[in-house]
């Protein structure tokens, strides 16, 4: 929401401006009267840490995980937005299952992060292997290649997750990571913070705007991570979310 | 901004009178359908089978609703992507709808087909799903139902505001916007 209101303040487009205005509107009415605040409630992703010294009795850890997105997308009334099969495509009814990554961590303490991920956006997102040798300008043209292809289809104004490094797989799941961060955070690498500095200029200088309307809030920040990498590789991985960066955590 | 008031269904004249930018109020009945009833309209039309609904001088608004609240017509009702019924829709207006609703870009063929049928087509702010539910008056499944989300509702809509993104001439309103406000 500060996000959206600071973007209200800078954009110069005036359709821009009127868009970022319904979607403050939208955001307060969502508030207010307990709906969703876009149609598409996602993708149920919950990240898990779980305390090594924590042991799980009673049942099946992620049948439970999975019985919660039930119960709260039903009770919630929340879209049902998953199919069963990717080519049979049935829907489920009660968008389980969940995607879930599960991390072991020091301690004797569950933390459980929901991150409900939107269709639209995710689609917009890319994986791809760069060769090293192409570097941190290789990287920068690659990212902001893909989301001047993604256009107005994401609902800009977006948040952008990158993931460099690691393996093809690992790469990805960077890039969703960097989007749990809060927004506009910075990275804790004095170089990976001034790539994210770049890339968001250079994002922003797209033209886009709010809903591709034209504009110069294309990005309403960059959030990147890194792993260590293969001497060969150099993998790149870029997750759109829309301008609803929705998570919410709980440590039990 | 002055917008212009629309009620359904829609005529070639009307269609061919608005241009990209213009911001529209849409009132009267529109239908929802996404990428599965597409495939099922297309089917349908394959087969020579009746359709749910009459498709002359239609509008087709490219949504999957969240299930309503109880005492509420719908819950939230933003657009979804309509690229991925550029498959389906040249069909669609050639055979009379009049206008398709969603966000984001259409491909070459559609934009011809939108030129070649005198169609339009608008968007709708993604995202602003509650405030724009708040237009829609009247809800109900008239097909579908074992789709859930993507089954086809009749809409009743009041004032329902929208964009017009492409229009008979041929013009693309993303392309002309984005042009002014780049910099690279």
């Known amino acids: ?252 | 901004m002055n917008r212009i008031r629309l009620t359904t269904p829609l005529t070639d004249a009307v269609a061919e009178q608005l241009q990209i930018g213009q911001q529209v109020l849409i009132n009267g009945i529109i239908y929802t359908g996404r990428d599965a009833a597409h495939q099922r309209l297309i089917e349908l039309i394959e087969q020579d089978q009746e359709l749910p609904f009459e498709l002359e001088g239609q509008v087709i608004y490219y949504v999957g609703p969240s299930p309503a609240r109880p005492g509420r017509v719908i819950g939230s009702a933003g657009p979804t992507t309509s690229g991925r019924m550029d498959r389906y829709a040249p069909k669609l207006y050639a055979l009379g709808i009049k206008a398709t609703i969603g966000k984001g870009r259409r491909d070459a063929a559609v934009i011809r087909a939108i030129k070649q049928y005198k169609g339009i087509y608008l968007a709708v702010v993604g995202g602003a799903a509650a405030l724009i539910a708040r237009s829609i008056k009247e809800a109900g499944i008239i097909a579908f139902p074992d789709l859930g989300p993507e089954a086809i509702y009749r809409l009743v809509v009041e004032d329902f505001p929208a964009i017009v993104i492409n229009d008979a001439t041929g013009g693309d309103l993303y392309n002309e916007s984005i042009k002014n406000y780049s910099m690279t």
Do not use: W
């Open chain 1, 1 to 252: 929401m500060e996000g959206l209101q600071k973007a209200f303040k800078q954009e110069t487009s005036l359709i821009g401006r009127d868009v970022i205005q319904q979607l403050i509107m939208n955001a307060n009415i969502a508030h207010a009267e307990q709906v969703p605040i876009c149609q598409d409630t996602g993708f149920a992703v919950v990240f898990v840490e779980l305390g090594q010294d924590v042991q799980i009795v009673g049942g099946d850890f992620y049948e439970a995980i999975n019985e919660g997105v039930k119960k709260g997308y039903t009770e919630g009334y929340l879209r049902s937005s998953i199919v069963n099969h990717p080519i049979l495509r049935k829907n489920t009814g009660d968008n389980t299952p969940a995607v879930i990554h599960t991390k072991i961590v020091s301690g004797d303490q569950l933390r459980l992060i929901v991150a409900p991920k939107g269709g639209g956006s995710e689609n917009m997102s890319a994986v791809k292997m760069l060769k090293p040798s192409d570097g941190v300008e290789g990287i920068k043209k690659f990212v902001v290649e893909v989301v001047r292809a993604a256009g107005p289809n994401p609902c800009p104004p977006v948040i952008v997750g990158v993931g460099i490094g690691g393996t093809f797989e690992k790469a990805a799941q960077l890039s969703k990571e960097a989007l749990l961060r809060n927004l506009g955070e910075k990275s804790k690498y004095h170089d990976i913070a001034r790539l994210e500095e770049e890339l968001f200029k250079e994002i922003n200088k797209l033209g886009i705007g709010p809903q591709g309307l034209g504009g110069i809030t294309t990005a309403l920040a960059v959030h990147v991570e890194i792993f260590a990498t293969h001497i060969a590789s150099l993998p790149v991985a870029v997750n759109i979310n829309c301008h609803a960066a929705r998570h919410k955590e709980a440590v039990l």
